[in-house]
């Protein structure tokens, strides 16, 4: 083959990966999961670290860390100025440790894609395991590291208490149930209520140009929303902490309007739509948490989430189409029998050698998930795979590195030493498990 004509099947694999990303129900996930994400930014941190001091009771320290991870970072990028802020003011070492674990391994927009993408079971595998790990692994450490008497007195930010109004809760209550409903696979949920069929005809050239794309209406649809929303967003949220405006809103709308179009199923040629459980839900949701947030959150709470929310899209989102795209293209030239060779079959040696992938081969934030994806498709165990996903995050290069700047090269080494043991065991036990259900 020659060197055009592979690279030509390179970027076409890629490209018809990155339509079949955007066009599937993955945006009920990842919409609901970026706006969660931004309104997090709403909790005070004071709420999460004043339980971090070194004289906190474990029962506390450790858990506040793995909440305080979940709630106050998105990724490893994230995760580590903060890590170092809590651990040169006083913290303990073993909930620092957690934080630092649990931070970029659960957060909300990492474990909901992989659920969406790639199964629940991984998901939530991966959310109990990383809590676990987090919290055992930081325990260790404290053990092995005994941290001397003279602690540096606690700082301000564990000494200050400031908590949130009941209305916030109840709204990131309803902002989970978005997700859950997107996402949960229940009859309840994906049932067809009723059907409706349009008065179309689909033209016969159309349908043709479709079927090439592996798209349907509905799936063409949404990456056509997903252009408009792009410019229309920037004009209306890059700016919104100093004001609102039309573009404000007409973005939100164009947002509530996609995760609607998402909700349905089609068939026979698109053209006719099945109104599900998971249409009407997500229309009840949708205007609830307009309502709440129209009547109970001040304008600058309102705008303080909305550009968090934009915030993280910008900073994610492109990184995650370059990811899918090469993913793509990636699956079309990677030998099956490679991966089935190396990781598929659930072995000691293929799930320390997925670790060591990730050490090597790191994804910025959610990337992991469609190369978990495309690795999975191509034979590799679930074991393996899991244990993927549970290093990739922590132990990239560059985190390695930073850690060692922080804590100093014996618990950094360590530190990536336990990280590397458990993520491999976890990836072979779940791997055992799966085999003997």
Known sequence: MQIGDLLLQLLQAGWLGLLDY??????LCLVPAFFIAGYLSLIPKETITRYLGPKTPRWISYPASAIGGFVLAVCSCTILPLFAGIWKRGAGLGPAITFLFVGPAVNILAISYTGAA?????????LILAITFGIVIGMIMAAVFKQPENQPAPAEMFEQKQGMRPVLWGLFGLLMAVLIVGTLQIDLLTGTLFSITLPLEMPSGLQNGLDALHLTVQGA????????IAPIAWKGLNDVINGFNRWTWTSLGLVAITLLIAAPTTSTGSLIINITGRFIAEIILLGSIAYVAARYLTR?????????????????????IVGVFIAGMVRSIVPEDWIRTLAGENTIWA???AVFFGVFMYFPTLVEVPIARMFLDLGMHKGPLLAYLLADPELSLQSILVTGKILGRRKTITYVGLVAVFSTLAGYLFGLFLTAV
Not at 118 to 126: K, N, S, T, V, Y
Not at 221 to 228: A, G, N, P, S
Not at 300 to 320: C, N
């Open 351 to 353: 799930n320390a050698l």
């Open 221 to 228: 649809v949404l990456i056509v929303l997903l252009v408009i």
């Open 300 to 320: 600058e709470e309102l705008a303080d989430w909305l550009y968090e929310t934009w915030r993280f899209v910008k900073q994610i989102f492109p990184v995650l």
């Open 118 to 126: 790639i199964g629940g079971d991984i998901a939530l595998a991966r």
């Open 22 to 27: 955007l066009a599937a129900h993955v945006l």
